[in-house]
């Protein structure tokens, strides 16, 4: 009975101890630095009508450069905070019929700035750098693969939304008013760029090699980036819809 007794014992401590190591032998903290590029646009949302065709996309210098901490609370589940240098850019020529907007003409006799509804070839390019905070949940699902899934808050550091539009005409103060025909104009909306952004990310990580990984991540603004009582876009929710691929390096 008392070798019976031992040898359960021994198989007893042989099967937890593994069992005991494999639920603790995890990193508690890891951290990573990132860097890859912005692809995207801000653009308005739900897409309006007055928009009838999209005519050229091209997407502009937008890096985006991290550096992200993950405490893991179980082998599986962890939080993430980071800070990053967050470039969001593009330039977008469209057609439109009788969008709300403002156009400062430049030259001939009727120079000056104008809102009302425009119709025409119109192109713009913003391109705003932002300090950017993510906050998320983390699941791993082994060594090599794990996803995030939270927030995001932005704090712009400097913006720029200029454009042009050509060969088209503007109703002042809207559609049915005086036509004014326009060969060329231009905006310049800066100074009306909300210097906050919030919304939701979503990503993953895969380690391919040692500590080099890849990363991507999608994010969705939550606050349009203008006030809703500005009319050089009335009517017009443009937020922030912008994917970002690049390389990783686990710390």
């Not at 099967?15 to 032998?25: G, M, Q, R, V, Y």
């Not at 400062?104 to 000056?112: K, W």
Request: aromatic content about 16%; overall charge neutral.
């Amino acid at each position: 009975m008392k070798h019976l007794f031992l040898i359960i014992s021994i198989i007893s401590i042989a099967f937890s101890n593994p069992l005991k190591a494999e639920k603790t032998a995890y990193e508690r903290s890891t951290y990573r630095v990132k860097f890859g590029e912005n692809i995207g646009g801000t653009l308005p949302m739900p897409f309006p009508a007055e928009i009838r065709k999209i005519t050229s996309f091209n997407p502009l210098f937008s890096p985006y450069v991290a550096i992200e901490a993950t405490r893991w609370f179980s082998q599986k589940w962890g939080v993430t905070a980071g800070l990053a240098l967050d470039i969001r850019g593009m330039a977008a020529g469209a057609d439109v019929l009788y969008f709300n907007t403002e156009l400062t003409v430049g030259e001939g006799e009727q120079s000056g700035v104008f809102n009302g509804t425009y119709s025409g070839f119109v192109e713009m390019r913003p391109k705003n750098i932002y300090v950017t905070l993510p906050v998320m949940a983390a699941y791993r699902f082994n060594s090599a693969w794990d996803i995030n899934f939270g927030l995001y808050v932005s704090y712009l550091g400097s913006g720029s939304f200029k454009g042009v539009a050509k060969d088209g005409y503007m109703r002042t103060p809207n559609s049915t008013g005086e036509r004014i025909d326009i060969t060329s104009a231009t905006f310049d909306f800066a100074d009306e760029l909300r210097k906050f952004d919030c919304g939701l990310m979503v990503g993953g990580n895969w380690n391919f090699w040692g500590n080099f990984g890849a990363y991507a991540h999608f994010i969705y603004g939550f606050i349009p980036i203008f006030p809703g009582d500005f009319e050089g876009v009335s009517g017009y929710r443009m937020t922030n819809l912008y994917g970002s691929l690049g390389l990783s390096y686990k710390l």
